[in-house]
């Protein structure tokens, strides 16, 4: 059994909570997964986690700011600033594209709705 936050994400960022599922994987070769339990986002662990994601947001940009305003007229300082915060951004976006498993709309909307009915 795995807990699992379930998050409808936009461009690899998690934008909307939509609960926490308790996940049974099957150690099948189809690497299939039954949804056992859904249960409502917490608020706080949600917020929490925005507010993480704007902060490291904001500090993926310091490189590129410092470049601009510190090493104005270095034209290779200013571009390893700019490569350096583009790097901040794109590593753990695609470190995060690695390490979360994907379900389909329809099927996190039919288990969301399902949730709710048997309550």
Same mark, same amino acid.
Request: no cysteine.
């Given at each position: 059994?795995? !807990?699992?936050? &379930?998050?409808?994400?936009?461009? *690899? %960022? ?5 609960? #926490?599922? +308790? ?37 993926? !940009?310091?490189? &590129?700011?410092?470049?601009?305003? *510190? %090493? ?5 300082? #200013?571009? +390893? ?39």
């Amino acid at each position: 059994m795995v !807990l699992a936050d &379930a998050w409808l994400t936009v461009l *690899f %960022l998690p934008v909307v909570p939509f609960g #926490e599922w +308790t996940i049974e994987r099957h150690s099948a070769a189809e690497a299939s997964s039954v949804i056992r339990q859904v249960r409502p986002p917490r608020l706080v662990k949600s917020v929490l986690w925005v507010a993480s994601v704007v902060l490291a947001a904001l500090l993926s !940009l310091l490189p &590129a700011y410092g470049a601009l305003t *510190f %090493l104005m007229g270095s034209k290779v300082a #200013e571009l +390893t600033g700019m490569f350096a915060s583009v790097g901040a951004i794109l590593g753990p976006l695609a470190w995060l594209d690695e390490t979360r498993d994907r379900v389909p709309i329809w099927v996190a909307l039919r288990a969301l709705l399902s949730a709710t009915l048997t309550r």
